[in-house]
């Protein structure tokens, strides 16, 4: 697999930095998008953030920048301003509209809670980082939220590498403490304020709202030596490692806010436990992940693009001996292994 090690800073003090927009607006532009330097980069920074926590549990010792941390407290501002903002009573089911006065809130203070986080040196960036960190928590006309707004979170962290906010050493942290905090976020919302899944295809999903816990979760499970795939249904199992381990945490979330049995509600993730390792679990969902969210046009429409991540063509590959700190993709054999 191919290692990405964001050693030095990409962008220099005569960068411009731009507000990203959106510019896949028809299915025929998804060839622009297949090719660009942005899906490249995207599927890289998946692949070796999945490298980089293979084997180790949200518990895990590792090092933390101080930027890391201080993403996990702008994190629990935000958790903070929704325990400020009850949900309305209303006769509607779904979608509470006290959503909308949590958004408007993350609209108008976000993107000093984001300056907080980054170097002065890197303020200059924050228009451009907080649109894709505003587009991570869900839409608030539909109250709603999917695999679309995961991967616009996923795209701030990959931006916030490219600035040389995280450094390469941030790599475990950024999975195990920022993107965890990030999903207690968004479960918290998705419960609150009943947000409907975005594009959900029901009992055939992998799952109504997240894609990546599985993947970077499964990684966490390689080569450990009690839980094998088979063993991810045990209720036991789900309790006992659930706050160890992305996968299992997800799992028996999955378990708490649907009814009736696993293998109906959650077809897909049942036939995932008949699978005989994680790394082929692994292999196989980044496999699924390549098809059904990045190859799917409703999806990619709400994709934004900036000065960082571009929807140029992607060039062969890094120079042989260059400090570039993008993140190239691995060989497709990664992804093709037979489960």
């Not at 649109?131 to 839409?139: I, P, R, S, T, W």
Request: hydrophobic share 40%; glycine share 6%.
């Amino acid at each position: 697999m191919s290692s990405a090690n964001p050693e030095s800073q990409i962008v220099g003090d005569d960068h411009e930095f731009v507000v990203p927009t959106k510019c896949i607006k028809i299915p025929e532009s998804m060839a622009v998008w297949e090719k660009s330097e942005a899906y490249c980069e995207y599927l890289g920074f998946i692949l070796a953030l999945n490298e980089a926590v293979q084997g180790k549990a949200l518990n895990a010792e590792c090092p933390q920048g101080e930027v890391v941390k201080k993403t996990v407290t702008m994190l629990d501002t935000f958790d903070q301003w929704l325990t400020e903002i009850p949900p309305t009573e209303q006769p509607q089911r779904f979608g509470n509209k006290s959503f909308r006065e949590w958004f408007k809130r993350l609209q108008e203070l976000g993107e000093e809670e984001l300056k907080k986080v980054l170097p002065e040196n890197l303020h200059r960036a924050s228009q451009e980082l907080f649109q894709y960190l505003l587009e991570g928590f869900g839409n608030p006309t539909r109250i709603d939220y999917g695999t679309g707004h995961e991967m616009a979170f996923i795209m701030f962290l990959c931006c916030m590498f490219k600035i040389g906010a995280y450094k390469s050493d941030d790599k475990v942290a950024v999975v195990n403490k920022v993107f965890n905090r990030y999903l207690e976020l968004v479960r918290r919302l998705q419960l609150v304020y009943r947000m409907e899944p975005a594009g959900s295809h029901g009992v055939w999903s992998l799952d109504d709202y997240q894609f990546v816990p599985f993947i970077w979760g499964s990684s966490q499970l390689v080569g450990h030596p009690r839980i094998e795939p088979r063993h991810f249904v045990d209720p036991a199992i789900m309790d006992s490692f659930k706050n160890h381990f992305m996968f299992l945490g997800s799992i028996e979330f999955i378990s708490k806010v649907k009814v009736g049995p696993f293998a109906e509600h959650s077809n897909q993730l049942w036939n995932v436990s008949a699978v005989s390792s994680w790394s082929k679990v692994n292999a196989g969902l980044i496999r699924m992940y390549k098809a059904e969210v990045l190859a799917k046009f409703p999806v990619i429409q709400h994709v934004l693009f900036g000065s960082l991540l571009t929807t140029k063509p992607a060039p062969p590959g890094p120079k042989p001996g260059s400090r570039d700190t993008r993140f190239p993709a691995p060989k497709p054999p990664l992804l093709t292994s037979q489960q």
